[in-house]
């Protein structure tokens, strides 16, 4: 017997190829994009812990000095010989500049350290090499690719600049480019004699690292702790020379837009799978009745059904990851093209992504057949029978009752919830919306089509009354509104976020008259470091910033971020503006007579402030007044206010920017990294941030763009597969309206009205549901960034409202054309 | 008496895997004002085929259905559509309401379609539901209904435009004897009372009692 119902099911899913279809599609893109999002940090960290792995070789812990340390460099022989440690060579490594005669100048990195240690742990292959035995004075050994390049030869001299100061050096080896020579698509590489760099840096035989290789084996966390103790009074830093794990969080958060729409596409599966499996549970009850009155288990046929689902599962499975790691060399391929200087992302798989992907699409298609396969096998047999699947309207109204409570919740709470978990809980409130809207949008059709009843009566007559009576208590149409609302929505959310944030970025750019900004990850960015930064050449005058981000005391709202700025020099690094203020100067000034700020309007509004009143703001320690003494209309920060009350208030020891002038911006950011040496900083032009960040923002939102794409194409085969079965369920219906006088003409203008309603009701709760989305957002950016004022595209809503619509009579072209040609006793005759 | 619908020479071919059959051989049919005819004969006999033609739901291989001295065959879309709103009636055996339209709409739904205004039928409605006997169901859908009160809603509209000729197809096929008896009454009643022409096809001897003529086919011919 259970073989009939094999059979039937077989045949059940060969009748309905389109459905399967897109089941089978939901399942493979969604687990392609989730897959895809899941490994594309892991490629980041991958391919940088390769980079750094071709540094180091094998040796795994960097001793150097630390903030407090007054010298750049230390002494290897600080490292005590120790039961666990098997190598310890000083490393000193600096940049020279290579005239390469064209635009652009070539930067070397000079890497020096004992040749006869480093050939024991990170072994190279000389290709080329002269008689020489030993490596000294002014010899170097290059790349083979470099050599290549720059049509170099053994015995050749190469001029290079360091610290300004030329020096030569004789060609003396040629390597493969592989291992140190490996990793050269920022910098060229090359070796050249300890002592030599020494002599150059001045450092007296110390080097500005110190690698040490642990014996094998041994617990690496154990040997830092130990070595970190030994060495405290030398003041310096102990790490782990590439500490993965670390590297991936850190790059962790790369992955979050892509995951936040993977989830999306996720749950757009869901309700399709769902809503599918409900249509062919209803098709299969009679078939379920047969076989249960003639006594087949309830959980026999379950299980069957459950088997199909899970086939789906599989299947999804096995072929969406495949396409992630497709996509995912997509993605990567276009991150690297668009960045020629920057590094050649590896594809990085893990096994691990590769099974909690495939867990996921046998998951998502299980658990969301499960309900309404569950729902079928346990109802009594005598509704099986009597085809009744549908719950009585006293429970539906209760649950709709319950979810609109939800969506309430979920719309409020992050308005309610303090700053400090507005992060977490709004990320969760847009999921929860966007699932409750779904949920919830029969709910929203019943209410709006009691509207428009008498509205269309007087626009559209009779044909208008009908039309939205079909429209009313629709099942298929309100799942395609569900569909078409999520579809809109992302894409709009992707959409106006990145127009926000290109708008961010060149509003940013507007009005500041500084060239460069710089920063220092690891030294102190005091008045040292300020005075040392004047001497280098091509710097101008340079203007100092504070940076925190404020809280309103009293609401516990986030407020933004406070700029500490110096009023003496800021006009002149800034085209800074007061609303209705001609000359700003004196207002600026005032910044320095008392806690004065002047305040954005959007934070202003937000906080329903004006100006002239005094919040309190909160502070490491306690809270303290501040005046509002204008509005900015400036997009300098969201408040300004006098450096001194910064630096005080909030216990403020470094700067968080300093903002240079130069007439040759290039070639001073060149030489303020050179000042830098070794220490981590981000120093770049204006110009050239913004084309990055441009750049940057361009590819994020590009592979987010594909990505809602992705989640649109899904929507659309299913509106399509929906409107295919609400014309095969509704034949007999248009069978019996044509019997009673429906003329085609008037078929065909009650469909088009059905498809231009729903498509114009899709974009309406899309837009509502972006627009939901966007104040949660809002919430969320002013919590962590500082205020970002989104801009709310009216053209893209129109668009919103026409691409429904679009989709939708797209969708009705086949049923349209099929309603016309029914006959009607075709449909009426055979039951 | 003028003749309300006749068919002359009809013949009703079906081909099913290039095999034709014929249904219909010559059929010869007239129905005047006022009568109540019965089509009868054994099951697969072509009644259905038969009043399906008569109505325009579908067309004969050949011969010539006129309506009112009318030839449905030469008709638009547009024509038939609005000659099944005015002059014709139609009941089917599963009663064939719209589930997503209450009783008084689906009632209505003729004079909707002819774009009139369901304010000027209000009287109308009220007296059809009385004559079927469902005024305290007007609100109700369909799914709310037994059987038989579905078929007296498919009665109802398919009075509502006073058309000259009702075509019912088993009406009672589907219902128990007791409630299948009232309707027979019902449409009794409306050919008598309200002078409509039926057409009715059963296989009951006892419904066809209520008409006044029986049409007797076998074979695809009347005998
Ligand atoms: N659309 C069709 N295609 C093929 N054969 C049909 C079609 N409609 C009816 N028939 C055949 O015509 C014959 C008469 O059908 P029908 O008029 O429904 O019979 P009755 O109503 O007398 O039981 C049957 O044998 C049926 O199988
Ligand atoms: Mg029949």
Same mark, same amino acid.
């Given at each position: 017997?259970?073989?009939?119902?094999?059979?039937?099911?077989?045949?059940?899913?060969?009748?309905?190829?389109?459905?399967?279809?897109?089941?089978?599609?939901?399942?493979?893109?969604?687990?392609?994009?989730?897959?895809?999002?899941?490994?594309?940090?892991?490629?980041?960290?991958?391919?940088?812990?390769?980079?750094?792995?071709?540094?180091?070789?094998?040796?795994?812990?960097?001793?150097?000095?630390?903030?407090?340390?007054?010298?750049?460099?230390?002494?290897?022989?600080?490292?005590?010989?120790?039961?666990?440690?098997?190598?310890?060579?000083?490393?000193?490594?600096?940049?020279?500049?290579?005239?390469?005669?064209?635009?652009?100048?070539?930067?070397?990195?000079?890497?020096?350290?004992?040749?006869?240690?480093?050939?024991?742990?990170?072994?190279?292959?000389?290709?080329?090499?002269?008689?020489?035995?030993?490596?000294?004075?002014?010899?170097?050994?290059?790349?083979?690719?470099?050599?290549?390049?720059?049509?170099?030869?053994?015995?050749?001299?190469?001029?290079?600049?360091?610290?300004?100061?030329?020096?030569?050096?004789?060609?003396?080896?040629?390597?493969?480019?592989?291992?140190?020579?490996?990793?050269?698509?920022?910098?060229?590489?090359?070796?050249?004699?300890?002592?030599?760099?020494?002599?150059?840096?001045?450092?007296?035989?110390?080097?500005?690292?110190?690698?040490?290789?642990?014996?094998?084996?041994?617990?690496?966390?154990?040997?830092?702790?130990?070595?970190?103790?030994?060495?405290?009074?030398?003041?310096?830093?102990?790490?782990?020379?590439?500490?993965?794990?670390?590297?991936?969080?850190?790059?962790?958060?790369?992955?979050?837009?892509?995951?936040?729409?993977?989830?999306?596409?996720?749950?757009?599966?869901?309700?399709?799978?769902?809503?599918?499996?409900?249509?062919?549970?209803?098709?299969?009850?009679?078939?379920?009745?047969?076989?249960?009155?003639?006594?087949?288990?309830?959980?026999?046929?379950?299980?069957?059904?459950?088997?199909?689902?899970?086939?789906?599962?599989?299947?999804?499975?096995?072929?969406?990851?495949?396409?992630?790691?497709?996509?995912?060399?997509?993605?990567?391929?276009?991150?690297?093209?668009?960045?020629?200087?920057?590094?050649?992302?590896?594809?990085?798989?893990?096994?691990?992504?590769?099974?909690?992907?495939?867990?996921?699409?046998?998951?998502?298609?299980?658990?969301?057949?499960?309900?309404?396969?569950?729902?079928?096998?346990?109802?009594?047999?005598?509704?099986?029978?009597?085809?009744?699947?549908?719950?009585?309207?006293?429970?539906?109204?209760?649950?709709?009752?319950?979810?609109?409570?939800?969506?309430?919740?979920?719309?409020?709470?992050?308005?309610?919830?303090?700053?400090?978990?507005?992060?977490?809980?709004?990320?969760?409130?847009?999921?929860?919306?966007?699932?409750?809207?779904?949920?919830?949008?029969?709910?929203?059709?019943?209410?709006?089509?009691?509207?428009?009843?008498?509205?269309?009566?007087?626009?559209?007559?009779?044909?208008?009354?009908?039309?939205?009576?079909?429209?009313?208590?629709?099942?298929?149409?309100?799942?395609?509104?569900?569909?078409?609302?999520?579809?809109?929505?992302?894409?709009?959310?992707?959409?106006?976020?990145?127009?926000?944030?290109?708008?961010?970025?060149?509003?940013?750019?507007?009005?500041?008259?500084?060239?460069?900004?710089?920063?220092?990850?690891?030294?102190?960015?005091?008045?040292?470091?300020?005075?040392?930064?004047?001497?280098?050449?091509?710097?101008?005058?340079?203007? =100092?910033?504070?940076? &925190? +981000?404020?809280?309103?005391?009293?609401? @516990?709202?986030?407020? /933004?971020?406070?700029? %500490?700025?110096? *009023?003496?020099?800021?006009?002149?690094?800034?085209?800074?503006?007061?609303?209705?203020?001609?000359?700003?100067?004196?207002?600026?000034?005032?910044?320095?007579?008392?806690?004065?700020?002047?305040?954005?309007?959007?934070?202003?509004?937000?906080?329903?402030?004006?100006?002239?009143?005094?919040?309190?703001?909160?502070?490491?320690?306690?809270?303290?007044?501040?005046?509002?003494?204008?509005?900015?209309?400036?997009?300098?920060?969201?408040?300004?206010?006098?450096?001194?009350?910064?630096?005080?208030?909030?216990?403020?020891?470094?700067?968080?920017?300093?903002?240079?002038?130069?007439?040759?911006?290039?070639?001073?950011?060149?030489?303020?990294?050179?000042?830098?040496?070794?220490?981590?900083?981000?120093?770049?032009? =204006?110009?050239?941030? &913004? +084309?990055?960040?441009?750049?940057?923002? @361009?590819?994020?939102? /590009?592979?987010?763009? %594909?990505?809602? *794409?992705?989640?649109?194409?899904?929507?659309?085969?299913?509106?399509?597969?929906?409107?295919?079965?609400?014309?095969?369920?509704?034949?007999?219906?248009?069978?019996?309206?044509?019997?009673?006088?429906?003329?085609?003409?008037?078929?065909?203008?009650?469909?088009?009205?059905?498809?231009?309603?729903?498509?114009?009701?899709?974009?309406?709760?899309?837009?509502?549901?972006?627009?939901?989305?966007?104040?949660?957002?809002?919430?969320?950016?002013?919590?962590?960034?500082?205020?970002?004022?989104?801009?709310?595209?009216?053209?893209?809503?129109?668009?919103?409202?026409?691409?429904?619509?679009?989709?939708?009579?797209?969708?009705?072209?086949?049923?349209?054309?099929?309603?016309?040609?029914?006959?009607?006793?075709?449909?009426?005759?055979?039951? | 008496?003028?003749?309300?619908?006749?068919?002359?020479?009809?013949?009703?071919?079906?081909?099913?895997?290039?095999?034709?059959?014929?249904?219909?051989?010559?059929?010869?049919?007239?129905?005047?004002?006022?009568?109540?005819?019965?089509?009868?004969?054994?099951?697969?006999?072509?009644?259905?085929?038969?009043?399906?033609?008569?109505?325009?739901?579908?067309?004969?291989?050949?011969?010539?259905?006129?309506?009112?001295?009318?030839?449905?065959?030469?008709?638009?879309?547009?024509?038939?559509?609005?000659?099944?709103?005015?002059?014709?009636?139609?009941?089917?055996?599963?009663?064939?309401?719209?589930?997503?339209?209450?009783?008084?709409?689906?009632?209505?739904?003729?004079?909707?379609?002819?774009?009139?205004?369901?304010?000027?039928?209000?009287?109308?409605?009220?007296?059809?539901?009385?004559?079927?006997?469902?005024?305290?169901?007007?609100?109700?859908?369909?799914?709310?209904?037994?059987?038989?009160?579905?078929?007296?809603?498919?009665?109802?509209?398919?009075?509502?435009?006073?058309?000259?000729?009702?075509?019912?197809?088993?009406?009672?096929?589907?219902?128990?004897?007791?409630?299948?008896?009232?309707?027979?009454?019902?449409?009794?009643?409306?050919?008598?009372?309200?002078?409509?022409?039926?057409?009715?096809?059963?296989?009951?001897?006892?419904?066809?009692?209520?008409?006044?003529?029986?049409?007797?086919?076998?074979?695809?011919?009347?005998?």
């Amino acid at each position: 017997m259970m073989q009939i119902i094999l059979k039937f099911i077989i045949k059940n899913i060969q009748e309905n190829k389109f459905r399967s279809f897109l089941i089978l599609l939901a399942i493979i893109l969604s687990t392609a994009l989730f897959f895809a999002s899941n490994a594309v940090s892991y490629s980041f960290s991958k391919t940088i812990v390769a980079q750094m792995k071709s540094t180091y070789g094998e040796t795994d812990i960097v001793v150097k000095p630390n903030k407090d340390n007054k010298a750049s460099y230390i002494s290897e022989y600080i490292v005590k010989n120790h039961p666990e440690i098997g190598l310890v060579m000083g490393v000193n490594q600096v940049n020279g500049i290579y005239e390469t005669g064209s635009d652009e100048d070539e930067t070397f990195t000079l890497f020096a350290t004992d040749i006869d240690k480093l050939k024991k742990v990170n072994p190279f292959e000389l290709i080329e090499k002269t008689d020489s035995e030993v490596f000294s004075g002014y010899e170097i050994i290059i790349s083979s690719s470099t050599a290549e390049k720059y049509h170099l030869g053994l015995g050749d001299k190469i001029k290079l600049s360091v610290k300004n100061v030329n020096y030569k050096f004789k060609i003396t080896g040629i390597a493969a480019p592989s291992m140190l020579f490996g990793s050269e698509q920022q910098n060229r590489f090359a070796l050249v004699p300890k002592k030599t760099l020494d002599n150059i840096l001045n450092t007296s035989g110390r080097s500005s690292q110190v690698y040490i290789k642990s014996i094998s084996g041994s617990n690496i966390k154990e040997v830092i702790a130990s070595l970190k103790s030994e060495l405290k009074r030398y003041k310096v830093d102990v790490d782990e020379a590439v500490n993965s794990a670390d590297i991936e969080s850190q790059l962790s958060t790369i992955k979050i837009p892509f995951m936040a729409i993977s989830i999306l596409v996720l749950i757009m599966s869901i309700f399709i799978i769902y809503t599918s499996f409900k249509v062919i549970m209803a098709e299969r009850l009679p078939i379920i009745g047969t076989f249960r009155s003639i006594g087949a288990t309830e959980k026999k046929t379950r299980n069957i059904m459950l088997n199909e689902s899970l086939a789906y599962g599989v299947i999804g499975g096995c072929v969406g990851i495949p396409l992630g790691i497709a996509i995912l060399a997509g993605m990567l391929g276009v991150i690297s093209a668009s960045n020629p200087r920057g590094m050649d992302i590896e594809l990085g798989i893990q096994m691990g992504n590769v099974i909690y992907s495939f867990m996921v699409a046998v998951g998502v298609s299980f658990f969301s057949a499960y309900i309404p396969i569950k729902k079928a096998s346990k109802l009594p047999l005598k509704d099986v029978i009597f085809g009744k699947l549908e719950e009585d309207g006293y429970g539906k109204k209760k649950k709709y009752k319950l979810k609109v409570a939800i969506l309430i919740c979920a719309i409020v709470i992050p308005y309610i919830v303090p700053s400090s978990l507005v992060i977490p809980v709004g990320v969760l409130s847009i999921l929860v919306i966007i699932i409750m809207l779904l949920q919830v949008v029969p709910v929203l059709l019943r209410v709006v089509t009691f509207m428009l009843e008498g509205i269309y009566g007087s626009l559209f007559g009779n044909q208008g009354v009908l039309a939205i009576k079909e429209i009313k208590g629709n099942d298929n149409i309100s799942q395609n509104i569900g569909l078409l609302a999520l579809s809109i929505s992302t894409m709009l959310f992707v959409y106006i976020l990145s127009g926000t944030m290109e708008g961010l970025i060149t509003n940013a750019s507007q009005g500041a008259k500084y060239e460069i900004a710089t920063m220092s990850m690891e030294q102190e960015m005091n008045k040292s470091l300020l005075n040392r930064l004047k001497t280098v050449s091509g710097v101008g005058k340079v203007s =100092l910033l504070y940076k &925190v +981000v404020a809280k309103d005391k009293d609401s @516990g709202q986030s407020m /933004g971020a406070i700029i %500490g700025i110096n *009023a003496n020099d800021e006009l002149d690094f800034y085209d800074t503006r007061v609303r209705d203020v001609a000359d700003v100067k004196p207002l600026l000034d005032k910044l320095h007579e008392g806690r004065n700020i002047l305040v954005k309007e959007a934070v202003l509004s937000k906080l329903n402030l004006k100006v002239g009143d005094t919040i309190n703001i909160e502070l490491p320690k306690g809270y303290k007044p501040y005046k509002i003494i204008g509005i900015l209309t400036s997009a300098t920060g969201d408040i300004l206010a006098g450096y001194n009350y910064v630096k005080t208030d909030f216990k403020q020891t470094d700067y968080a920017s300093i903002r240079v002038k130069s007439d040759t911006p290039d070639e001073t950011v060149k030489a303020i990294k050179e000042m830098y040496g070794d220490n981590r900083n981000f120093t770049a032009t =204006l110009k050239e941030t &913004v +084309v990055t960040m441009k750049n940057m923002f @361009g590819i994020l939102f /590009g592979i987010l763009k %594909g990505f809602a *794409a992705v989640l649109l194409v899904i929507g659309i085969f299913g509106i399509i597969n929906n409107l295919v079965i609400d014309f095969l369920q509704r034949r007999r219906v248009i069978a019996m309206y044509k019997s009673v006088g429906m003329s085609k003409a008037q078929l065909t203008n009650i469909m088009i009205i059905k498809a231009v309603t729903s498509g114009l009701l899709g974009g309406l709760f899309g837009i509502t549901t972006t627009i939901l989305e966007l104040k949660v957002l809002d919430k969320i950016m002013t919590a962590s960034v500082g205020i970002v004022p989104i801009d709310y595209s009216i053209p893209l809503f129109i668009t919103a409202f026409v691409a429904g619509v679009v989709i939708t009579l797209i969708g009705t072209i086949a049923p349209l054309m099929r309603g016309q040609k029914l006959q009607i006793i075709e449909a009426i005759k055979y039951e | 008496m003028g003749s309300v619908i006749e068919g002359k020479n009809i013949i009703k071919e079906f081909t099913l895997a290039d095999i034709v059959s014929r249904i219909l051989d010559q059929i010869n049919v007239d129905v005047l004002e006022g009568e109540f005819v019965s089509i009868m004969g054994p099951s697969g006999s072509g009644k259905s085929t038969l009043l399906y033609l008569l109505g325009g739901l579908d067309k004969p291989t050949s011969g010539e259905i006129l309506l009112k001295g009318k030839n449905i065959a030469i008709m638009n879309d547009e024509e038939k559509s609005i000659m099944r709103r005015r002059d014709i009636g139609f009941v089917f055996q599963f009663y064939n309401l719209i589930p997503n339209l209450n009783v008084e709409e689906n009632i209505l739904l003729p004079v909707l379609l002819d774009g009139k205004s369901a304010k000027n039928f209000e009287e109308e409605l009220d007296e059809i539901l009385h004559i079927v006997g469902l005024n305290e169901r007007r609100k109700h859908t369909p799914r709310e209904l037994s059987g038989g009160q579905q078929q007296r809603v498919a009665i109802a509209r398919a009075l509502i435009n006073s058309p000259d000729l009702i075509l019912a197809d088993e009406p009672i096929g589907n219902l128990d004897s007791k409630t299948g008896t009232e309707i027979m009454e019902l449409f009794k009643r409306i050919n008598t009372e309200k002078k409509k022409t039926i057409i009715q096809v059963t296989h009951s001897q006892e419904a066809a009692r209520y008409g006044n003529r029986v049409i007797q086919l076998k074979d695809g011919r009347v005998i």
